[in-house]
Nanobody, 124 residues
């Protein structure tokens, strides 16, 4: 599946952004999907993932209660609503798909398909 991420930008600390990830090709509903981020000089980090039917969600501890992952299988789109943003959330954000099991969602090498990334910058 081909993925196109968008919605990043520059926001003040405490602000909000909503990232979108549009899928084309195979149906997005076939897999768990997720978001990762990577800051300069750091490793790619798991942020959030959601099961095929959207019923089960997993989050990085530091974003729980602030970020919400939502999938719309009919529209073939994945979202990441980010509220109460902090400077440490600054990173390139990537959407990912084609994961076998949601239990593996924290390991980026288990995802086969990736979007191109969208930059999120949070100023203090």
């Amino acid at each position: 599946v081909q993925l196109q991420a968008s919605g990043g930008g520059l926001v003040n600390s405490g602000g909000s952004l909503r990232l979108s990830c549009a899928a084309s090709g195979r149906s997005l509903s076939n897999y768990p999907v997720g978001w990762f981020r990577q800051a300069p000089g750091k490793e790619r980090e798991f942020v959030a993932a959601v099961s095929r039917n959207g019923a089960v969600r997993e989050y990085l501890d530091s974003v729980k209660g602030r970020f919400t992952i939502v999938r719309d299988n009919a529209e073939k789109t994945l979202y990441l609503q980010m509220n109460s943003l902090k400077p440490e959330d600054t990173a390139m954000y990537y959407c990912a798909a084609d994961l076998g099991y949601l239990s593996e969602c924290r390991i980026f090498t288990f995802f086969s398909d990736w979007g191109q990334g969208t930059q999120v910058t949070v100023s203090s």
